[in-house]
C-alpha cells in the first residue's frame, strides 16, 4: 500500500486564485472514491482552478480546515487508478446534518470564512440525502448573502434511494456483490439434501433496492433467493412462515433475502418484534437484525434446520467485485459536478439519466439539489410482485445493466492494491 | 449457466471393467470441485479406467446407488474448466461418519455389493477428517475380507485442520476472501473518526487457521486486523477489555478477529457465556456467536459504538476470489489420488509437502490415511503470540504463498459463471 504523507495546507496564492474543494459524507461504498477521482480528472481537464484540495471526515474537516492538497497526494494515473478501486471514503467521512442556517448561522459563517481564507470558490460534496441536504442549505446560504461561490454535489449511496437520479453510484457495485454472493450460496446450500432454511439480511432501512439484487443470480438461469422481502412493502409472519413452508416443500434447502428494514403493518421493525424481550446475562438487551430475528422465527414455528446471514459491511466495501459499469459512471459524476461547477451551476447535483436498457444508454445530467435533499425513492410497488414475496422482471432488467463488466483492480501479494490518501 | 440432465446409470459392461468412482463429503469448500476436475483428469490421462461415476451426496449416494457419469455430465474442456470455479460440492455432500464394521458390517457388505455391481475398482473420497475416516475404514475393511478394492483419499476443508498434509484445498481461497475482505473493511472503519470496535467472526470450532488469515492484509502494509484471537488459546474477557480499550487509545477505530470457536479456561464457548440467559419473545434461547457475544461485551463494558460481522458462508463459498494456487493444488491432489489408486496404493490420502516458502515450492505425496482421519492439526501455539492476541510473523509467512494468484473465472451477465451437475 502506498502511503502518502498528509500535507497540511497553508494559504497559497492571492486573492485572484480560484480553488476547488471537495469532500466525501456518509456511508462508504466502492465507489465514491471513483467520483473523487473523477473530480480531479474535471480539474485538470480545465484552466479555471488552480488548486484542488480534500476536506478531511466531510464538512466536519472543512469547519476545521482540516485540508489536503489533492494534486500533491495523487500526482500520477497509477495512483488515481488505485483509487478508483479503493473503497470506502479516502477522505474520511462523517455523519454530520447541517442545522437550519436561519436558526443559526454561525456554522455557515464559519464555512464562509474558511472559503475565502483558502479561496476556495468551488465546493463539490460527494454523498448521499444528508449530504445533499446540506449542498441545498449552503447554495442557498451562499445565494441569500451573496457570497459568489458554487455548491455542486455528487451523488453517492449503496442504498440508491436518491430521487432525480436513474441510479447511484456505489449501488450497481454492491448490486454485483449481492448478486455474486447469493448464487454462490445458492450453490453452497444445494449440496445437502436437508430441509433447510437460509435467511440473507441485506442492507436497506426504507429502500428495498439492495435487497432486490438478490434476484439477479436469474439471469444465467439461477434461482437466486428463493423468497425475496423488501422493506417497502408490510411484512408479516403468518405469511413468511407460509411462504417458507411452500417452498421447502417443493425444493428441499431455499434461500430467503430479507432487507433489515422490513417492518409490520403496524411499521414496527421485524427485528424488535420478535428479540424485543432478549436480555443477556448482563441483563442487557439484545439487539437482533431482520434475519436473526426471522432465523428464531423458522426455528421457533417449523423446526428445520436455518440460518441466518448478514451480508453487512461487506455489501458496501466489497472493492474486489465492484461492477465496472459502477466504477466508470462514478467517476463521470465527479467530472461533471466539476464541469456544472466550472459553468457556474450552484445548487445542483450530478445525476444519472438512462436513455435504454438494451443496449444500456445514459446520459449526465444536473438537477436541482433541493428536489434531491430529505426526499426517498423507494422500490415501486409495481416492481414488487402482489405476494409480497418477490421482485418482478421490470426490477430484474433495471438492475441487470448496473452490474455489468469487471474491474482491472491490481493484485499485490494475492490481495486487492489500495491507497490511503492519509 | 449450464444445466445438465442426471443420468441414471445402468450397469455396463462385463465383469472384466474397472471403474472409478469418486465422491464429495463435509463442508463444501471454493476448491472441493477442482479436485473432481483432477480425478477427472487424472482418469482421462490413463487406459486403465473404463467409466468414472460420481455418486451423489458422498456416501450416502454410494449406498443408494446415486450415480452420476461423469464422462457425460462433463464432456468439454470448458465445463470442466467452469467447473474448478464452481463453489460447493458439485456432486452434493452428507455429514454421514460410517460406524465401526465390527459392530455393524451391513453398511459395509452393501458398498462392497454395490461395487461389485458396477464393476467399481477405484473410489475417490474428497472430503475432510470425517471423510478420510470413511477412507480408513473401508479400506481396512476391504483389506480384512479380501475385496480387491483400492480406497483413496483426496483432502479438503476450509478449516486446514487435516493432518501430514502442509495444508489443504479450500483453506488458501477462503484465506484469501478473508484477508480482502479484512483489507476492505479496515477501509471502510477508517473513513469515520469516531472510537470504535468491529468484531469479525471468522470460521473455525478448534483450529483457528482461518481466522490467522485477518493478519495478511500486513504483507502490504496494512495492519489487518488489529487484534486476533484464535480458538487455541483460552479467551479471557477481562483481558481482551482491556487490549481493547489499549487499541482504541492509539487508534480510534479497530477491527478485531475471532475464531468462531474461541473458548474460555474451562473450555466453554465464549459464546454460551455470555449469552446463555438469553431468550426470546417465544421464550426460546437466543443462539449468538463468539462475534456477537463480544459485542455485546463491549457495549457493557466500554460503551463505544461496536458492530460485530461473521462471515459466515460467504468465507467458504467465494468462488469469486478464489485463489489460483489453491485451484491447482486442488486439482493436482485429484490426480495425484488417482495416480495413486492406479498404482495400486490404498487407504492413502493425496497430501502436500512443502519443499520451500520462497520460492513457494511443493511436492504431491500421499500419506496414510489412517493417521489423518480423527487427527485435528490446530496452529502451534508458538505461532500465536504470548499475549493471546495476535499470530507470529512465521505464521503470516505460512499462509501468505497460499493465497497468491486470481483464477481465470469468467463471468456471464456480470455474475460469476457456475455449472450444475445435477
Known amino acids: 500500500m502506498e502511503e502518502l504523507v498528509l500535507k497540511v495546507i497553508s494559504q497559497k496564492g492571492g486573492n485572484n486564485m480560484n480553488n476547488l474543494l471537495v469532500a466525501q459524507s456518509g456511508g462508504p461504498t466502492v465507489a465514491i472514491n471513483a467520483s473523487l477521482v473523477g473530480v480531479l480528472q474535471g480539474v485538470r481537464a480545465s484552466s479555471k482552478v488552480d488548486n484542488v484540495y480534500g476536506a478531511k471526515n466531510g464538512i466536519d474537516g472543512v469547519l476545521k480546515e482540516n485540508f489536503i492538497d489533492l494534486n500533491e497526494v495523487l500526482r500520477n494515473t497509477e495512483a488515481m487508478d488505485t ?24 456554522p455557515y459563517k464559519k464555512i464562509i470564512d474558511v472559503f475565502y481564507k483558502y479561496n476556495i470558490k468551488y465546493f463539490i460534496y460527494i454523498g ?38 436513474d441510479h447511484s453510484p456505489g449501488f450497481g457495485s454492491a448490486a454485483k456483490y449481492i448478486a455474486t454472493s447469493i448464487s454462490e450460496l445458492e450453490r453452497d446450500i444445494a449440496a445437502y439434501d436437508v430441509p433447510a432454511v437460509t435467511i440473507v439480511e441485506i442492507m436497506g432501512r426504507n429502500a428495498g433496492w439492495l435487497t432486490a439484487a438478490a434476484s439477479l443470480a436469474r439471469v444465467n438461469g439461477s434461482a437466486g433467493a428463493d423468497l425475496i422481502y423488501l422493506c417497502e412493502k408490510a411484512f408479516d409472519n403468518a405469511r413468511f412462515i407460509k411462504d417458507v413452508k411452500d417452498k421447502i ?9 430479507v432487507s433489515e428494514g422490513v417492518k409490520d403493518s403496524q411499521g414496527n421493525y421485524v427485528s424488535d418484534q420478535i428479540s424485543s424481550g432478549a436480555v443477556d446475562n448482563f441483563g442487557h438487551k439484545y439487539i437482533a437484525g431482520a434475519a436473526r430475528a426471522l432465523e428464531q422465527l423458522v426455528r421457533n414455528e417449523i423446526g428445520c434446520k436455518v440460518r441466518s446471514i448478514e451480508l453487512n459491511l461487506m455489501q458496501r466495501s466489497a472493492a474486489h467485485i465492484a461492477s465496472e459499469t459502477d466504477i466508470i459512471e462514478s467517476c463521470m459524476l465527479g467530472q461533471k459536478a466539476v464541469n456544472c461547477a466550472l459553468d457556474g451551476e450552484t445548487g445542483r447535483m450530478a445525476a444519472i439519466k438512462r436513455l435504454s436498457d438494451m443496449p444500456y444508454r445514459v446520459e449526465f445530467i444536473s438537477v436541482p439539489v433541493d428536489q ?40 499485490e501479494n494475492g490481495i486487492p492494491k489500495q491507497i490511503k490518501l492519509y
Open 83 to 106: 483509487l478508483c478501486y479503493t473503497p470506502s471514503s479516502a477522505l474520511g467521512t462523517c455523519r454530520h446534518k447541517m442545522g437550519d442556517w436561519r436558526k443559526d448561522e454561525v
Open 128 to 165: 448521499g440525502n444528508d449530504s445533499m441536504d446540506t449542498v441545498d442549505k449552503l447554495s442557498e446560504y451562499c445565494k441569500v448573502n451573496d457570497h459568489d461561490f458554487i455548491i455542486m454535489g455528487a451523488p453517492k449511496t449503496v442504498d440508491n434511494d436518491l430521487n432525480l437520479t
Open 249 to 257: 416443500a417443493k425444493k428441499s434447502s431455499i434461500l430467503v433475502a
Open 372 to 411: 434531491v435533499a430529505n426526499h426517498e425513492k423507494i422500490v415501486p410497488m409495481e416492481w414488487i410482485t402482489p405476494e409480497g414475496n418477490d421482485v418482478t422482471e421490470e426490477l430484474v432488467a433495471y438492475m441487470k445493466p448496473l452490474i455489468q463488466g469487471e474491474t482491472n483492480i491490481k493484485y
